[in-house]
């Protein structure tokens, strides 16, 4: 490529990966925003979480559309393909993180934010493992960093074995509380999509490390989270 399209490549690239970036950072805030509605229990709040989802979607749109155009345009090789292809990619998995924010927004309802159920604390716990999780792991997209991809990988057990622990506590509390099921069964699919977090965040890093290095980091532990069937997926 002569210089003039290399530098117009660079900026398209440039430009590729801030959406990802700003994708990022509304899904984080949206968890963030999502936790904070269920413990006050403030349905405007999640009405609003539910509504900005469709920001993140235009977004996701507008980097399938760049991507395309880099492909059919720029004609990228080696490692330059593999990170647009990568950011493709990783935009359909932030995607879906934003949907996860936006299917414990519409829970809100059915949860008293009264501290009535204990176990409600323990979730904002997790959901920041998680989200620390994406962050760091679109920062390590951003600086094409591998071995910061293998570390956020590293952290997955930590989210499942969080999860283990709210299961066994919520199944508790049930057996304990049997008026309280209904709401307690509640919050057992928003820990199941914040454990799905985790797991995505960690789909990430292999492509950002894949991306990066040209290899496929080795075969990881899916560690052993109890498995709840429902619409987390």
Not at 27 to 53: P, W
Not at 54 to 64: M, P, Q, S
């Amino acid at each position: 490529m002569n210089e003039h399209t290399v530098k117009a490549f660079d900026e398209d690239i440039g430009e590729l990966r801030g959406l990802i970036a700003q994708m990022g950072g509304l899904a984080e805030s949206a968890i963030d925003a999502s936790m904070v509605a269920l413990k006050r229990h403030d349905l405007e709040a999640a009405a609003r979480i539910i509504e900005g989802d469709k920001e993140i979607d235009i977004l996701e749109t507008e980097v399938e559309r760049l991507a395309v155009r880099l492909i059919a345009l720029r004609a990228p090789m080696a490692d330059d393909l593999r990170e647009v292809v990568a950011a493709l990619k990783i935009a359909g998995v932030v995607e879906r993180i934003g949907d996860y924010a936006k299917n414990i927004a519409r829970r809100v309802p059915a949860i008293r934010g009264d501290g009535h159920i204990e176990p409600l604390s323990l979730l904002p716990a997790m959901a920041g493992m998680a989200t620390d999780m994406v962050r760091d792991v679109l920062d390590a997209f951003a600086a094409r960093d591998p071995e910061a991809a293998q570390r956020v990988c590293e952290r997955d057990r930590a989210v499942d074995d969080f999860y283990n622990s709210i299961f066994r506590t919520l199944v508790t509390f049930m057996m304990e509380n049997p008026s309280s099921i209904s709401q307690a069964a509640h919050m057992l699919f928003i820990a199941k999509n914040l454990e799905r977090v985790g797991d995505h965040a960690t789909n990430v890093a292999e492509m950002v490390y894949y991306a990066a290095t040209g290899r496929h980091m080795g075969e990881r532990d899916q560690g052993d989270a109890v498995p709840l069937n429902g619409n987390a997926e």
